[in-house]
């Protein structure tokens, strides 16, 4: 779980600083949209919309295109896709069990993206089952250290639903049940702690740990993969020391 961890610091530092962001946009959008089609276009009264435009606002998605989205889900508004959600699993080089989330409305063109990126870059698809059973979907919020010692983040979230909290170096990450997710992030900002990213993952039970240069074979599949549009999230077993996250992060 921490190699996980220490791998989403690093995508989150490479996000801030290149052409990923506006992937980042992209991928907001289509969970506002989504999230108005299944529960209705009023924020208020659907705790799943808002959770996704907050998520929108802090990645700094402009409001115009936040509403446009908003409308589109709810039927507002013209041009609205009907998304669906599709898993593929398979594995990278290392044996590195992967998990490709797609979140699509033409089920050919995902599948052959996800395809090409895994046969490019020695990877290979599986059939349904062949790594889900090795992961565990889990909620995470990310908290800026700072001043914070890790007792100040476990009184903020005890009765919110936590059941642990990582040190991962820079940021505390409090895990949760996924359900729990935005109770925790609302208990941490009562608490007046800035909450820095929240989401769910799939975290496997068993890390494949990894050197440089092989990290860098898997981390290039996982890039081909995020870089397809219907691409969501990609999950993976992935295990890297602190050195090997920071040589990532600076390449």
């Known amino acids: 779980m921490a190699g996980h961890s220490k791998w989403a610091t690093t995508k989150h530092k490479k996000a801030a600083?290149?052409?990923?962001?506006?992937k980042e946009w992209a991928k907001a959008i289509k969970n506002i949209e989504v999230a108005a089609r299944m529960g209705g276009g009023d924020p208020a009264g659907n705790p799943t919309l808002d959770d996704?435009?907050?998520k929108a606002k802090k990645a700094s998605v402009p409001n115009d295109n936040i509403e446009?989205?908003?409308?589109?889900?709810a039927g507002e508004e013209e041009g609205g896709s009907d998304w669906e959600t599709i898993m593929y699993e398979g594995y990278g080089p290392s044996g590195v069990a992967i998990l490709v989330e797609c979140l699509t409305d033409n089920r050919n063109r995902a599948a052959t993206e996800v395809r090409t990126a895994m046969t490019r870059n020695n990877g290979n698809l599986g059939e349904s089952g062949s790594v889900a059973y090795m992961f565990n979907r889990v909620g995470y919020v990310l908290v800026k250290k700072g001043d914070l010692t890790e007792d100040d983040v476990l009184m903020a979230v005890l009765e919110a639903g936590a059941e642990e909290v990582n040190d991962?170096?820079?940021?505390?990450e409090v895990i949760c049940e996924p359900t729990d997710t935005a109770t925790v992030r609302d208990a941490l900002e009562a608490a007046d702690i800035e909450v820095e990213e929240w989401d769910q993952d799939f975290?496997?039970?068993?890390n494949v740990p990894l050197e440089l240069e092989d990290a860098q074979k898997v981390t290039k599949l996982i890039d081909a993969l995020e870089?397809?549009?219907d691409v969501q999230n990609v999950y993976t077993?992935?295990?890297i020391s602190d050195e090997v996250a920071e040589a990532l992060a600076e390449a």
Do not use: Q, Y
């Open 68 to 73: 446009r989205a908003r409308k589109r889900g």
């Open 203 to 206: 975290r496997a039970d068993v």
């Open 237 to 239: 077993n992935l295990d």
């Open 227 to 229: 870089d397809a549009d």
């Open 17 to 22: 600083n290149d052409a990923k962001r506006s």
């Open 52 to 54: 996704m435009i907050k």
């Open 168 to 172: 991962l170096g820079e940021h505390f």
